[in-house]
């Protein structure tokens, strides 16, 4: 990446969920690169100690349309980065995560709009596209939602294409495919599993594998997340079109087991949850200019040590 943002880009941007995992590393990017950075959150599961100082802090709860309307004014572009993340959550608790993760983004579109932002870059999910025929994931697959999560993120990114074709919005969706890095939970009942794999390592009990452990995933590091979101701010093409941003390699839970190391337990496997899923990465390359750059060995290996478990 360049040392600091081109002065075609947008200078002054939002960042909602700015104190969660992803956001908050979004944050420090931007601040980085020389933007003028508001951060939105209101710490329901942001910590504090990730915000950037940097940031001009604004609380307030997407849910509630009066009071993100302030943190529009004078914003070029918005990261919407807030949600309540994670499938089990949405089983258990459907009304509390749709009113985040569906009117929370309309909400924020809403206010977006009438302010006048020229850009909205929505955070959306590889989930959306549930269980498939064929491998790669390709955008122009009909989406097939296997639970309440999949199904909120995929009507959130659908209004982020109506607000560009109704009201000529530069929008776009990056559907993320399991990411991963410092600061991602390893505490609490919905954890990835990676997350899962660390707090047990830490604890010295064994790693518990949902099912058989030959399900795959693309896990994708959040320093690569981040560079595409830089990407999106300069990219021309903002139609409203959602973007793979994987690692665009399948690995097994086993594997990621073996690698974090020690016996495993073996546990039903989760309801609602895709067999595999792996990212064509044509469109990123194409339209963003952007490629994934760290292995997922080397990143959950660095996580190991961050964590002390290495």
């Given amino acids: 990446m360049s040392d600091r943002i081109p002065r075609s880009h947008p200078r002054r941007v939002l960042v909602t969920g700015a104190a969660g995992f992803i956001g908050s590393h979004l944050v420090d990017a931007l601040v980085e690169h020389g933007a003028e950075v508001r951060a939105l959150d209101n710490f329901a ?114 209004y982020v294409r109506i607000f560009h074709r109704l009201h000529g919005m530069a929008t776009l969706t990056l559907r993320y495919f399991n990411v991963y890095g410092p600061r991602m939970s390893t505490e609490g009942a919905y954890v990835t599993v990676i997350g899962v794999f660390i707090r047990e390592k830490l604890a010295g009990r064994p790693l518990t594998i949902n099912g058989d452990g030959e399900q795959t995933r693309d896990f994708t590091h959040v320093r690569d997340v981040v560079r595409a979101n830089l990407a999106a701010l300069d990219c021309p093409l903002a139609d409203g079109r959602a973007i793979n941003i994987g690692r665009g390699r399948a690995i097994s839970v086993n594997r990621i087991a073996a690698i974090v190391g020690g016996p495993v337990i073996h546990a039903p496997a989760r309801p609602g949850d895709p067999r595999h899923t792996l990212a064509d990465l044509a469109a990123a390359r194409e339209v963003l200019g952007w490629s994934p750059e760290i292995e997922t060995e080397d990143g959950v290996r660095e996580l190991m040590r961050l964590a002390g478990c290495a």
């Fill in 45 to 158: 599961t942001g910590a504090r100690e990730n915000l950037n100082r940097a940031a001009e802090l604004i609380v307030a709860d997407v849910r509630n349309i009066d009071t993100i309307r302030p943190a529009m004014e004078g914003v070029d572009c918005v990261f919407h980065m807030a949600a309540l993340p994670r499938v089990m959550l949405s089983i258990e608790r459907p009304v509390e995560t749709d009113l985040v993760n569906v009117i929370g983004t309309l909400n924020v579109l809403i206010a977006a709009r009438e302010a006048g932002v020229g850009r909205f870059i929505y955070a959306g999910s590889s989930s959306v596209y549930g269980e498939q025929p064929a491998m790669p994931l390709v955008e122009t697959m009909a989406p097939n939602p296997l639970n309440p999560y999949a199904l909120q993120k995929l009507a959130a990114e659908q």
